[in-house]
């Protein structure tokens, strides 16, 4: 049985209603390129098989089953489904959900305890975490003499991206798309980006500096100006996603809100 967007998200409000994933989210990470859905509109996993380089790699980016659904090994039934397609499709690793660009969360939130008993039962191998930090859209900070903040409506932001953060284009793509991308102008040059809801509504990310023009200002004011953005469409506050570095969105006032397990198993 064929699963849509809209069918997924109920499913996946039902599973995880604190999550608020619609079907537009859904639509962008699980049926982007390369994604294969897995089960039924009670029970479904969502996997990713892409070639980098000369090698193929695998990624679980969502398992949901309904409460009615659950404690019937559904979810390891999908689990293993997905474990035997990626090895199918010549994948030599599987990993939990950091799909980037497209990726539901950046790993599995450590609140999630049936996942992660799930996930280390299927013999997964925890390297790392990461974050998400929450931060007020109240937050305002005026660019420094000289550079203009304002949404992108051209290619410029996408070329300081494609220029020194290449991984970070096709967001950055998607975000001028929908009108939610801003670029800092310095002296006739795009010298910052910053976008939100880009995989998910009301989440910021990515954000960039040009390396040369760091330590001014310049990420500050990208950052009240996705907030301002996001706190005109009633949202009080935000997630930053998959943060690095820390240190910079603590100054502005944001704290970890959500921690991430990563976790591979060699196919």
């Known amino acids: 049985m064929t699963v849509d967007a809209a069918e ?18 859904l ?23 892409a070639r980098i380089a000369d090698i193929a790699m695998a990624w679980l980016l969502l398992v949901a089953v309904h409460p009615d659904r659950q404690r019937h090994r559904r979810a390891r039934a999908l689990l293993d489904a997905g474990v035997h397609l990626a090895r199918e499709r010549g994948a030599v690793e599987l990993h939990l959900g950091n799909a980037f660009p497209r990726y539901v969360w950046p790993g ?21 975490a990461e974050c998400n930090m929450a931060i007020a859209t109240e937050f305002r900070a005026d660019p420094a003499p000289g550079v203009t903040i304002e949404r992108e409506i051209g290619g410029a932001a996408v070329e300081l991206a494609r220029r020194q953060y290449p991984h970070w284009m096709d967001e950055t793509e998607r975000a001028v798309e929908r009108g939610t991308c801003f670029a800092a102008r310095a002296d006739g040059e795009t ?77």
């Not at 499913?11 to 604190?18: E, G, I, K, R, S």
């Not at 390369?34 to 996997?47: H, K, M, N, W």
């Not at 976008?195 to 960039?208: E, F, K, L, T």
């Open 191 to 267: 010298v910052g980006l910053a976008c939100h809801s880009v995989n998910r509504a009301g989440w910021i990310g990515p954000m960039a500096t040009d390396p040369d023009r760091q330590h001014r200002g310049t990420g500050r004011a990208l950052l009240s100006a996705v907030c301002s953005d996001l706190e005109g469409q009633d949202r009080a506050e935000a997630d930053i996603a998959w943060v690095g570095p820390i240190g910079f969105y603590a100054k502005r006032g944001a704290r970890v809100g959500r921690v991430f397990r990563t976790a591979k198993l060699t196919l």
């Open 27 to 49: 639509e962008t990470c699980c049926f982007g390129p390369d994604t294969e859905i897995l089960g039924e509109r009670s029970a479904a996993a969502v996997l990713k098989v």
């Open 108 to 128: 599995v939130d450590f609140r999630f305890t049936a996942a992660l008993a799930l996930f280390e039962s299927a013999g997964f191998e925890p390297n790392g």
């Open 8 to 25: 997924l998200a109920v499913l996946v409000h039902a599973a995880l209603p604190d999550e608020g994933l619609s079907a537009a989210d």
